[in-house]
């Protein structure tokens, strides 16, 4: 005969094996009484709402992790030659920049800016910092916390294409977000 169960706790998997037919074997068979009877069918519940939370949590943290993923290393705002003044914003990115952050208030991001290769270095690198600035002031604007928000200048530095044309150098003047 199997041992009952006494509460429905921590170890739920082990409690049912030691009160669960064996394969092919009837409760009767077992000698489980009702009160057994109940308190595995407990035990099964705890179970299953155990699972059911560990996929959710599991859901929810792979969607983050993927989210930030899609976020990270991204260009929500490019700018003009020698300026901090946005020249293209991207609204749908910076939305989903700012959900994750309101979602997850432990988070933090880096606001890296970027400048082309116009100008003396110490200007590009000036004109970066302003352009991190800009952004974080954007963000803060729109309720993120300031203290959140890390913003570098890294003039002309990581270039996500070549500087030799125009349409090159506009899109090295941006700002990129990576979060932590």
Same mark, same amino acid.
């Given at each position: 005969?199997?041992?009952?169960?006494?509460?429905?706790?921590?170890?739920?998997?082990?409690?049912?094996?030691? #009160?669960?037919?064996?394969?092919?074997?009837? /409760?009767?068979?077992?000698?489980?009484?009702?009160?057994?009877?109940?308190?595995?069918?407990?035990?099964?519940?705890?179970?299953?709402?155990?699972?059911?939370? /560990?996929?959710?949590?599991?859901?929810?943290?792979?969607?983050?992790?993927?989210?930030?993923?899609?976020?990270?290393?991204?260009?929500?705002?490019?700018?003009?030659?020698?300026?901090?003044? $946005?020249?293209?914003?991207?609204? *749908?990115?910076?939305?989903?920049?700012?959900?994750?952050?309101?979602?997850?208030?432990?988070? *933090?991001?880096? #606001?890296?800016?970027?400048?082309?290769?116009?100008? *003396?270095?110490?200007?590009?690198?000036?004109?970066?910092?302003?352009?991190?600035?800009?952004?974080?002031?954007?963000?803060?604007?729109?309720?993120?916390?300031?203290?959140?928000?890390?913003?570098?200048?890294?003039?002309?530095?990581?270039?996500?294409? *070549?500087?030799?044309? /125009?349409?090159?150098?506009?899109?090295?003047?941006?700002?990129? #977000?990576? $979060?932590?």
């Amino acid at each position: 005969m199997a041992a009952p169960i006494e509460t429905a706790s921590a170890d739920t998997t082990a409690k049912v094996a030691a #009160v669960a037919p064996a394969d092919g074997q009837s /409760e009767a068979a077992t000698g489980l009484t009702a009160a057994d009877s109940t308190v595995r069918q407990t035990v099964k519940a705890e179970i299953a709402n155990a699972l059911a939370n /560990e996929r959710a949590t599991t859901t929810a943290t792979d969607r983050t992790d993927a989210l930030v993923a899609k976020l990270n290393n991204t260009t929500p705002a490019n700018f003009g030659e020698g300026s901090a003044k $946005f020249r293209r914003v991207d609204k *749908s990115l910076v939305k989903l920049i700012i959900s994750y952050l309101t979602k997850n208030p432990e988070a *933090s991001v880096y #606001v890296n800016g970027y400048a082309s290769s116009d100008g *003396s270095l110490a200007i590009k690198k000036t004109v970066s910092q302003a352009r991190a600035d800009a952004f974080k002031t954007y963000l803060v604007s729109k309720n993120i916390t300031q203290n959140r928000v890390v913003a570098t200048g890294k003039g002309i530095e990581n270039p996500i294409t *070549s500087n030799d044309t /125009e349409t090159g150098r506009k899109k090295n003047r941006r700002v990129e #977000v990576t $979060f932590q």
